[in-house]
């Protein structure tokens, strides 16, 4: 069974359209994070979720972790073309000996 | 320069064939990763290391090998490639005691015939 259940897993929207994508789990965590990753580089940090119910937001990206802690949303408002690339949420599940789960991801397309 | 960096970039191999890849970070970090990234699976953990002296297995150990040389460097060891290890590789750095940020490198892109 997944830990992290990321969905939809592939979205191709035009330029300007608004989007949300999920992160959901059965498990409850102390903090969740949202990496995006663009072809042929590796994964970069957006964001650290920690309190239940928390918003972020990085210009036009909103993060939410659920108010139970088990599951997290990105929205993107006026999407554009450089927001193309996998989303991926992940969570430490090693405890103390810090380790990263990660997602399946949402590869995003915005068309121009 | 990057903080993170891996070599080779790309690497096309045969079946059985030994393979090393590597990885250096100037970032000071005394914890690096690697992972394997396949198409519809995500990223998955093969080894971490905690200090030059410590290291330990991921989810996805068996078929491969890590070696800590230094605190800067992390290679990855294939002793015997096989077709189903084609993949992308990325190692990833984190300092501990700091907040929770992996930082990652290129990636390797990994071919076995």
């Known amino acids: 069974t997944q830990l992290l259940e990321q969905s939809p897993q592939f979205l191709s929207i035009q330029e300007g359209e608004n989007l949300t994508v999920y992160c959901n789990s059965s498990s409850v965590f102390s903090s969740l994070q949202w990496y995006r990753q663009e072809p042929g580089e590796g994964p970069v940090l957006l964001v650290t979720?920690?309190?239940?119910?928390e918003v972020k937001k990085l210009k036009r990206l909103t993060f939410q972790f659920g108010d139970a802690r088990k599951d997290s949303s990105l929205h993107i408002t006026a999407a554009q073309p450089g927001d193309t690339g996998l989303y991926l949420c992940a969570v430490n599940s090693g405890g103390s000996n810090y380790k990263l789960t990660f997602g399946k991801g949402t590869l995003l397309t915005v068309n121009p | 320069d990057a903080d993170v960096t891996q070599t080779p970039r790309n690497r096309i191999t045969k079946t059985g064939k030994r393979i090393m890849l590597e990885c250096s970070q100037t970032?000071?970090?005394?914890?690096m990763y690697w992972y394997r990234q396949d198409p519809g699976l995500g990223l998955r953990l093969i080894y971490y290391?905690?200090?030059?002296?410590?290291?330990n297995k991921g989810e996805i150990s068996d078929g491969y090998s890590v070696s800590r040389q230094a605190q800067a460097k992390f290679s990855l060891s294939l002793e015997s490639a096989i077709p189903n290890q084609t993949a992308l590789y990325f190692c990833?750095?984190?300092?501990?005691?700091?907040?929770?940020?992996?930082?990652f490198g290129p990636g390797t892109r990994l071919t076995v015939l």
């Open positions: 979720v920690v309190t239940g119910g």
């Open positions: 990833a750095t984190r300092a501990s005691g700091s907040p929770d940020t992996q930082y």
């Open positions: 970032k000071g970090h005394d914890r």
């Open positions: 290391s905690f200090d030059v002296k410590d290291i």
